[in-house]
């Protein structure tokens, strides 16, 4: 039997705290000008201190089993993007799994920083086409606020905290074209590694810690091209042109990059789902939280064509195209 990964349900968090590019400015030297036109963030979220992305986490599956009418009984697998796990180990994803009460649930973290998403969604919808799990909750979740050099202007304006989450659910059908995810694309260039890493471990509680450093101009050109060719990719796959697109669902890093793809292939402004005012880049959780909003606003319906694409650090990036 051949199976589909269908979408039953959604759902996003974003913690309580606010942080505003001018609350930023009082302590950096920046503007809100400056941040709103490079990169069209606004605000961001910021998790209280002793909050864990495994507690965003949970909130955004709640929504999304909510959303798919499901218990926490019937998943079989979770999976959770992170690039910012409670511990290096056990993974975030068991921590979910027992907060949740998914007893029946094998557990695991993906990592590919901002593309996690869309690497998560291929792992998740490799698991239920090969029929190892029927339902399979899939989660964006990311304390990135927890991995910043608040000194360092270049960096600390761009990320937030959130989660996001999607019940995933197998069910066969009869054309590849007709629901559900219907592929997804991903590459990788590791020559680009140190354009946009972490220099040290994670340590939360302690006082010297990883934080990231970025090639900012390198990882915009390379951006545009990059997410271009993945783009091109999925279209081709399936003989598609933008057109046929209902919505267009970024990774959330940069305004002017997700202009540029618009651009590119002449998606109307229309069809972008665009939260990156709202929540700056919060890596894995990003498309999550866009596709959350879109579905709670009601502008993605069941059977529209969705395109998803993502760049991050690596450079790890990728596509995919869902009919919901
Ligand atoms: N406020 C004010 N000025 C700032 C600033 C800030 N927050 N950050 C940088 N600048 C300054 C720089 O110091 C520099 O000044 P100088 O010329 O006097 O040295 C000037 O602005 C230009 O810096 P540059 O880094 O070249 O700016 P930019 O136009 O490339 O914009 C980014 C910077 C980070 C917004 C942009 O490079 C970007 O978005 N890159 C992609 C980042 C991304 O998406 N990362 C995540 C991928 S998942």
Same mark, same amino acid.
């Given at each position: ?6 979408? &039953? *349900? ?13 609350? %930023? ?36 599956? !709640?929504?999304? #089993? ?17 690039? /910012? ?9 068991? $921590?979910?799994? +027992? ?15 901002? =593309? *996690?998403?869309?690497?998560? #969604? ?21 304390? &990135? ?14 990320? *937030?905290?959130?989660?996001? @989450?999607?019940?995933?659910? @197998?069910?066969?059908?009869?054309? +590849?074209? =007709? ?34 450093? &970025?090639?900012? $101009?390198?990882?915009?050109? +390379?951006?545009?091209? !990059? ?12 003989? #598609? ?14 305004? $002017?990059?997700? &202009? ?22 919060? =890596?894995?959780? +990003?498309?999550? %939280?866009?596709?959350? /909003? ?18 991050? *650090? ?11």
């Amino acid at each position: 039997m051949a199976y589909i990964s269908e979408v &039953m *349900g959604c759902g996003g968090y974003l913690p309580a705290k606010i942080l505003t590019n001018q609350e %930023l400015a009082q302590t950096l030297d920046t503007t809100d000008e400056w941040i709103v036109e490079r990169t069209g963030i606004h605000r961001r979220h910021i998790a209280d201190n002793g909050q864990l992305t495994s507690d965003l986490a949970v909130q955004a599956a !709640k929504q999304a #089993l909510e959303q798919a009418d499901l218990s926490a009984d019937d998943i079989d697998c979770i999976i959770v993007a992170t690039t /910012t796990p409670d511990h290096p180990f056990p993974a975030t994803a068991a $921590r979910v799994q +027992s907060k949740l009460g998914a007893s029946k649930a094998f557990a695991f973290d993906i990592q590919a920083v901002c =593309s *996690g998403f869309v690497y998560g #969604l291929a792992v998740a919808d490799n698991f239920i086409r090969t029929g190892q799990a029927k339902i399979v909750l899939f989660i964006g979740a990311e304390t &990135m606020s927890r991995l910043l050099d608040w000194h360092d202007r270049r960096t600390c304006i761009l990320f *937030g905290d959130g989660a996001g @989450a999607l019940l995933l659910k @197998a069910s066969s059908s009869p054309s +590849s074209l =007709s629901s559900g995810v219907l592929s997804t694309h991903l590459f990788s260039d590791g020559h680009h590694y140190d354009a946009l890493y972490v220099d040290d471990t994670i340590r939360i509680d302690a006082l010297s810690r990883g934080v990231i450093r &970025m090639q900012g $101009r390198e990882i915009f050109k +390379s951006a545009v091209e !990059k997410i271009g060719q993945a783009v091109q990719k999925a279209l081709d796959n399936h003989k #598609l042109t933008a057109n046929d697109i209902d919505w267009f669902v970024p990774h959330q890093a940069n305004q $002017r990059i997700i &202009m540029g793809v618009c651009e590119r292939f002449s998606i109307p402004v229309e069809k972008m789902v665009l939260t990156i005012a709202e929540h700056a880049n919060t =890596s894995a959780a +990003s498309i999550p %939280l866009a596709l959350n /909003t879109a579905v709670q606003d009601g502008r993605i319906q069941k059977g529209h064509l969705v395109l998803i694409e993502a760049m991050g *650090g690596g450079l790890t990036w990728g596509s995919s195209l869902i009919r919901w």
